[in-house]
């Protein structure tokens, strides 16, 4: 049981290249997410989704796109990167979408765009 | 807007103290309280998550403690040790539409116990 895995671990981007991060969870969960992490700003999610099929905005969704085509995997998308993307950026999973739900999170990726 | 605040952003102690760690948060119509850890280049890994009905939850040397009225929670670690050197973080919950319930994280405390 793998848990929340996150791949690619580090990479580096061109301003304007794209890329696509990939999370995978084996816990069957529900609901996904995508955060980023920056210094002096804590986590702030970018997208979410609450099934297969679905997405949703976060609190920074400007620049991204997601896609959640099988219920383990949910991609977040960077069609031309800027050099504000450079961040540390996290998936999480949980199993159902209620306050109760306790929420885990994959080792990060970290992006730098110069 | 919900808004959490952790002080002190770092803390440094001797091996051996017993310490608490604050998280306080602006909204009291929480649902629960979730401590969060994460060790250098690292993911975070679930501490406690303490229910908006409970007033503590505690996991071997690890006690957190909720006070809604207040805005409160603390994280109490009990005989620190070097291992548990890390950034704790707190969070608390929040609806985001679609039946969904975003994260609202502190900036967390990083945490340096000397040998």
């Known amino acids: 049981n793998a848990g929340v895995t996150q791949t690619p671990k580090f990479r580096v981007l061109k301003t304007g290249q794209s890329m696509t991060l990939l999370c995978a969870q084996d816990?069957?969960?529900?609901?996904m997410y995508w955060y980023r992490q920056d210094p002096g700003m804590g986590l702030r999610l970018i997208h979410y989704?609450?099934?297969?099929?679905?997405?949703a905005k976060g609190e920074v969704p400007d620049g991204y796109n997601v896609s959640r085509l099988k219920k383990q995997n949910f991609l977040l998308g960077l069609e031309s990167a800027a050099p504000s993307q450079t961040s540390v950026y996290f998936c999480?999973?949980?199993?159902?979408?209620?306050?109760?739900?306790?929420?885990?999170f994959g080792p990060g990726t970290r992006l730098t765009v110069l | 807007k919900q808004e959490v605040t952790q002080i002190p952003a770092a803390l440094s102690v001797p091996e051996g103290e017993n310490l608490v760690l604050n998280c306080s948060f602006t909204?009291?119509?929480?649902?629960?309280l979730q401590w969060f850890r994460q060790d250098p280049g690292k993911g975070l890994t679930s501490l406690l998550l303490?229910?908006?009905?409970?007033r503590e939850q505690t996991s071997g040397r690890l006690n957190a403690s909720l006070d809604k009225s207040s805005g409160r929670s603390t994280l109490y670690i009990a005989a620190s040790q070097p291992g548990d050197s890390a950034t704790y973080l707190c969070?608390?919950?929040?609806?985001?539409?679609?039946?969904?319930?975003?994260?609202?994280f502190g900036k967390g405390t990083k945490l340096s116990v000397i040998p």
């Open positions: 969070a608390v919950p929040r609806y985001s539409g679609a039946g969904s319930y975003q994260l609202t």
């Open positions: 303490i229910q908006s009905s409970q």
């Open positions: 999480a999973s949980s199993l159902g979408g209620s306050s109760y739900n306790e929420q885990f």
């Open positions: 989704s609450v099934g297969e099929g679905t997405t």
């Open positions: 816990m069957n969960h529900e609901y």
């Open positions: 909204d009291s119509a929480i649902y629960n």
